[in-house]
């Protein structure tokens, strides 16, 4: 009996497991349940802000991040809806929250919980600008990198085994070992953005992934992607000889970025042109 259970449970697993990632079609491995992904991010966001300078909604920037995300926002749930994605955009609660701080940085958890770092603001310089930036992070969270990182650490940590999955993830999230991997694969544990960005680096494949999601879903919303190629341009003059930015650290190199995005930027071009009609 026992062995007819695991079996089950195995092929569960199987057709659970391997996920595609919306335009790229990358099989991606998502074992952590959605639930318990954003349980853990909405209570970590909420930390966040409450220790953060979150810039008033009433200033004129925070209303440009607010205007901007939900442009993003529309582009990404109405692709994801029409093109069979709707599960991976279930319990998105969209936050945009801009936070007076100089690091020159922005990031969005899962379920849609963006802030933007005033520190960034002289470098995206227009929307188009800081709509490259949030069509990057909102990609992040809707490919499910987190979790995908988190499912692969809890592989690699041997604390999912295939007969475990499902149930085991869903009564073992508050466990510290699951808390741990989390911090690891998204979390705010010390500087978020560090940790997000530095200490624990998407993979350049998620990187890549993100620059390529976040061209189309901007020009979905109406902005130009020619400006991505254009502020990557900018940041890369503006890092060039300095120690990089957290935002650059562990991002693709500047060259081969825009390079790729070159060669993205025609495709882009007609989501752009049918958005403006
Ligand atoms: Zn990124």
Not at 150 to 174: D, F, H, P, Y
Not at 192 to 211: C, I, T, V
Not at 226 to 234: G, N, P
Request: with cysteine.
């Amino acid at each position: 009996m026992r062995k007819v259970i695991i079996v089950m449970l195995s092929i569960a697993f199987a057709v659970t497991a391997c996920e595609k990632v919306p335009l790229t079609g990358r099989k991606q491995l998502i074992l952590v349940p959605n639930n318990d992904m954003l349980a853990m991010s909405f209570t970590q966001y909420k930390a966040f802000l409450d220790t953060s300078r979150v810039v008033p909604t009433s200033s004129g920037d925070a209303e440009m991040v607010n205007r901007v995300g939900n442009r993003i926002r529309q582009a990404v749930e109405s692709y994801m809806n029409s093109n069979g994605f709707a599960k991976r955009l279930e319990g998105f609660q969209w936050e945009y929250h801009l936070v007076q701080s100089n690091q020159v940085n922005a990031w969005c958890m899962p379920g849609g919980k963006i802030v933007v770092y005033s520190g960034i603001l002289p470098y995206t310089q227009n929307e188009a600008g800081l709509a490259t930036v949030l069509g990057h992070e909102v990609s992040h969270a809707i490919a499910e990198h987190g979790n995908e990182r988190m499912s692969e650490g809890l592989v690699a940590n041997g604390l999912l085994q295939a007969g475990q999955v499902a149930a085991g993830i869903a009564t073992s999230s508050k466990s510290p070992q699951t808390q741990a991997l989390f911090q690891q694969a998204i979390g705010t544990g010390g500087p978020l953005m560090y940790q997000y960005f530095g200490a624990l680096p998407h993979s350049r494949k998620q990187e890549s992934e993100a620059d390529h999601l976040g061209l189309i879903f901007m020009s979905m919303a109406g902005y130009n992607p020619a400006e991505a190629i254009t502020f990557w341009t900018r940041m890369a003059k503006a890092s060039s000889g300095k120690a990089p930015a957290e935002f650059f650290s562990d991002h693709p190199s500047d060259s081969r970025r825009i390079a790729d995005l070159q060669k993205l930027l025609p495709d882009a071009q007609k989501y752009y042109a049918s958005a403006r009609r």
